[in-house]
């Protein structure tokens, strides 16, 4: 796997993250104001939609000239913490399923968002923010904890009461 690279700037973070359909490094420049946003909303997700910037002229079943998406988190350390990317509105399950050997892929999804306000109010826990923002149906539990920087463990733990609170709910898809 080809390490992602963040070069921080001022007033800005030039990222190099790697796509998998285009089997390349896509540069991007993001805004700091841009993340800073994004991550008191809970989570920032850089979307870029994009072809192959260089494809394999020789390759005539090379997919990756077809419009595609890559998302790259982002940490309020301006790390990549994940990048995946995707043909269409999500990841097929194969993508999805990545890093994990067997079993179920468990993959939480927002069932009601609630405002940043709910932290204030006591409602939800920061914690519980932030990992409910990652729950965005692209992800699976494992990929939430790698984005939020947090034990599979602890991230289990978390989704228990963000689920007994009725604002996410578990899929397992086989
Ligand atoms: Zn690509």
């Known amino acids: ?14 990222i190099w993250a790697w796509c998998d359909i285009c089997k390349e490094m ?6 700091k104001d841009e993340i800073a946003k994004g991550i008191s909303m809970g989570i920032y997700t850089k979307e870029y939609k994009h072809t192959n910037p260089s494809p394999d002229p020789n390759d005539l079943d090379d997919s990756s000239i077809n419009e595609h998406t890559i998302y790259a988190y982002i940490n309020d350390q301006y790390n990549i913490t994940e990048v995946k990317s995707f043909f269409g509105a999500s990841p097929s399950l194969p993508e999805l399923r990545e890093g994990i050997e067997s079993g179920d892929v468990r993959i939480p999804i927002i069932v009601k968002d609630v405002p940043k306000m709910s932290v204030d109010l006591g409602m939800v826990t920061a914690e519980e923010y932030k990992i409910m923002k990652i729950c965005d149906g692209m992800n ?10 947090n034990s599979v463990e602890n991230t289990e733990i978390i989704m228990e009461k963000l689920r007994k609170k009725g604002l996410i709910k578990i899929i397992k898809r086989t």
Request: net charge positive; proline share 0%; aromatic share 10%.
């Open 26 to 31: 896509i540069d991007l420049k993001v805004d």
């Open 140 to 149: 699976t539990i494992e990929k939430v904890a790698q984005i939020a920087s």
């Open 1 to 14: 796997m080809t390490q992602n690279k963040v070069k921080k700037y001022f007033t800005f973070i030039e």
